[in-house]
């Protein structure tokens, strides 16, 4: 039991003066407080004596004791509560033996100890429960305090995180904040791909304006920017004052990370274009072996260095203004989707090379018309040494010496194009002792408008339903972009709406389609992209794993806004079989949502003619015959099926 001397502070008595009442009162006081527990009994027996001697009635009286009985269970504890209990008890117990006829009408004492031992046990009983209760709620109210107490010390520490990762997010990628407080970041060597972007003009346009028009142009822009990155899993790893470093595939190690880094680097100069800002960008993206990690000692920031950071700032600094210059191994990663032009080491004037790509183009023309010829073909190579296109001009040369093996002209030139090959092909970069390749990137590949992937009338008859997509594209890109599936959501959208319109559907059903093929994909983005990824077979994990993903489209779906019950159902039926054994929910047969059937062939075929990490483009004819064997085991609607091998039938055959 709690000391009760916390009623009164411990004093000196004999330092007290007696002006302020003496010190005999506060001694008192004091020696009355230490012995409550004491004095509180003496005074329970005296008021026992006192009633059992001078009041009649006795019995009446003994449910006087329940007070202080209760009170000591509350105030005391069970223990005491029950001793006092068991001293009244024995107090009455005494009584009735010597004043029996006070207790009990015959006067017997053999019934004054009955009722006394009857109201006795009651009262012990009593104190006890009540004790019991008390102690319970102490106990309660204590762990509660304690609880409370730890909830402080828990917001008040949930708050000092919340200050700090909000200080951390607002200097740092919120990615690299948090795992850089899980202690989970560490220097390693790792493929990556390196983005500098820089603009044009900056610094004259800062020497000319004031600062705060400056600095919110350059806010401006770099507010378009930022979000670019985080959509395309980028890294900003620093601002250098118009200039931005950012780094694809870490901290998060993606497997495309060079498409990654074209595709934002693409979408950035669209913005730039749209912005109407007093400058221009360049961008310079280099991908390669780099050490990654928390670099400084008291400041730290999650960086790259390696030889590939300094080529990616070389071609940042040689790109022209609206372009986006990648080096060779940038170049092979991405070539699958995006249209590049090998950059040549020219030393002509303007009006010189515009001369010479004049003639190219009339040369190309005669050769569209005539029959292939030596001098025009030798002619051809010329023409493109001298732009200093060597490849080119090589590939000309030996068509030419085909038609004409003992020509030594010939023959002269074709080795001069090969010896001059990396002299003319190659760039030199600052700081760099050997030349390199340098590609520009001006544009991603329209896999619709490929005629080896779609009959160019079937293309051009339902290219204008793509106006009906009214969502931003570099939202499914950006999907897109993790597993290398560039155009495949709108193969399969524009497919969807030619099939569903030769099966005659009505024009609003139509258009859902279109947008649930253009949307079914949207979940691979919680599909682990290691997994999206694997060049061989998956394991029955992730192989679930995999299968989960078109519930995560449902959500995706949800999320933007698009709760119309039959394009959810398309996008979450297309993967069931027409044999029922499909997923998610097992569904055969006419139970598929017309709908569904359509997207799943549709995305059959563009994912068979398409680049995927585990197969090259499958050709047309290989990719119908895949789905007519689809459709002879079950697996997709004969209808449909059907529907999409004359659709896509090639002429003649």
Same mark, same amino acid.
């Given at each position: ?5 916390? &009623?009164?502070?411990?004093?000196? =008595?004999?330092?007290?003066? +007696? ?7 506060? !001694? ?6 230490r ?31 329940y ?6 269970a509350y ?7 029950? +001793?006092m ?11 009735a ?11 017997? !004492? ?25 102690e @319970? ?5 204590? =762990? ?30 919120? %990615?690299?904040?948090? &795992? ?13 791909s390196?983005?500098? #972007?820089?603009?044009?003009?900056? #610094? ?8 705060? %028009?400056?600095?919110e142009? &350059?806010? !401006? ?9 985080? *959509? ?15 780094e ?7 497997g ?5 880094a ?7 100069? *669209? ?29 730290q920031?999650?960086?790259?260095v390696? =030889? ?11 790109c ?5 210059y990648? /080096?060779?191994? #940038? ?8 249209n ?5 080491s ?10 010479l ?15 292939e ?16 296109? $060597?490849t ?16 030594? *002209?010939? @023959?002269? $030139? ?14 030199? &970069?600052k ?14 590949? /329209?896999r ?52 569903? =319109? ?17 949307? *079914? ?18 394991? /029955? ?16 779906? @949800? ?44 995305? $059959? ?14 050709? #047309? ?11 002879e ?7 449909v ?12 055959s």
């Amino acid at each position: 039991m709690a000391n009760p001397n916390f &009623l009164s502070p411990s004093v000196d =008595d004999s330092t007290l003066p +007696l002006g302020l009442g003496g010190a005999w009162p506060l !001694r008192f006081r004091n020696f009355v407080v230490r012995h409550l527990e004491g004095l509180f009994i003496l005074v329970v027996i005296a008021i026992v004596g006192a009633v059992f001697y001078l009041f009649p009635y006795k019995i009446a009286f003994l449910n006087f004791f329940y007070l202080p009985v209760l009170s000591a269970a509350y105030f005391l504890g069970k223990r005491k509560a029950v +001793l006092m209990a068991l001293l009244c008890f024995l107090s009455g117990v005494l009584f009735a033996y010597y004043r029996p006829a006070w207790f009990a009408v015959q006067g017997t !004492r053999l019934n004054a100890l009955l009722v006394l031992a009857t109201w006795g046990g009651f009262l012990i009983l009593a104190s006890a429960s009540i004790g019991s209760l008390q102690e @319970r709620l102490a106990k309660g109210l204590e =762990d509660t305090r304690q609880l409370y107490e730890e909830l402080k010390r828990s917001r008040v520490t949930e708050e000092m995180k919340e200050k700090v990762e909000k200080a951390l997010f607002a200097t740092m990628d919120p %990615v690299v904040a948090k &795992l850089a407080t899980e202690g989970k970041l560490r220097f390693e060597k790792r493929e990556i791909s390196i983005m500098f #972007t820089d603009l044009t003009n900056f #610094t004259t346009y800062s020497d000319r304006n004031r600062a705060d %028009v400056v600095l919110e142009e &350059l806010n !401006r822009f770099l507010g378009q920017i930022e979000p670019i990155v985080d *959509q395309f899993r980028g890294h900003i790893d620093k601002y250098m004052g118009d200039g931005v470093m950012v780094e694809f595939g870490a901290p998060v190690d993606y497997g495309r990370h060079a498409l990654l880094a074209v595709l934002a680097g693409l979408r950035m100069q *669209q913005c730039v274009k749209k912005m109407n800002l007093p400058w221009r960008l360049r961008v310079g993206i280099a991908t390669g072996s780099t050490v990654v990690g928390m670099l400084g000692v008291r400041r730290q920031a999650y960086s790259a260095v390696g =030889d590939r950071v300094n080529v990616a700032k070389r071609l940042e600094e040689i790109c022209e203004p609206t372009k986006v210059y990648i /080096d060779e191994p #940038t170049f092979h990663a991405v070539e699958p989707f995006v249209n590049a032009i090998k950059l040549r080491s020219s030393g002509y004037g303007r009006q010189s090379d515009r001369e010479l790509l004049d003639r190219l183009s009339s040369l190309e023309e005669r050769l569209a018309r005539e029959n292939e010829s030596v001098d025009l073909l030798y002619e051809l190579g010329k023409v493109n040494f001298d732009i200093h296109d $060597a490849t080119t001009a090589i590939r000309y040369f030996e068509r030419a010496l085909a038609l004409d093996p003992q020509s030594t *002209q010939i @023959r002269l $030139a074709y080795a001069d194009a090969n010896f001059k090959r990396d002299e003319f092909e190659k760039i030199q &970069l600052k700081g760099k002792l050997q030349k390199i390749t340098v590609y520009e990137v001006t544009g991603l590949k /329209d896999r619709w408008r490929d005629p080896a992937v779609i009959p160019p009338a079937i293309a051009e008859m339902y290219a204008a339903a793509e106006s009906h997509i009214e969502i931003p594209e570099d939202l499914v890109l950006a999907v897109e972009g993790l597993d290398g599936s560039i155009g495949h959501c709108r193969v399969v959208a524009l497919l969807s709406y030619a099939m569903a =319109d030769r099966l005659k559907l009505n024009e609003e059903l139509k258009k859902t389609i279109l947008l649930a093929g253009y949307l *079914q994909d949207l979940g691979k983005e919680a599909v682990p992209h290691h997994v999206l990824n694997r060049g061989g077979s998956l394991t /029955d994990q992730e192989s679930r794993l995999v299968e989960k993903y078109v519930q995560e489209s449902v959500a995706a779906c @949800r999320r933007m806004g698009y709760v119309d019950p039959h394009l959810l159902e398309i996008v979450l039926h297309h993967h069931e079989a027409w044999d029922g054994t499909g997923y998610p929910d097992g569904l055969r047969g006419e139970e598929i949502p017309v709908g569904a059937r359509i997207t799943a062939i549709a995305e $059959a075929y563009s994912a068979l003619t398409s680049w995927r990490p585990y197969h090259e483009a499958w050709d #047309t004819r290989v990719a119908i015959s895949e789905i007519r064997k689809g459709m002879e085991k079950g697996r997709y609607d004969p209808k449909v099926a059907t529907i999409l091998m004359e659709m896509l039938r090639p002429s003649g055959s």
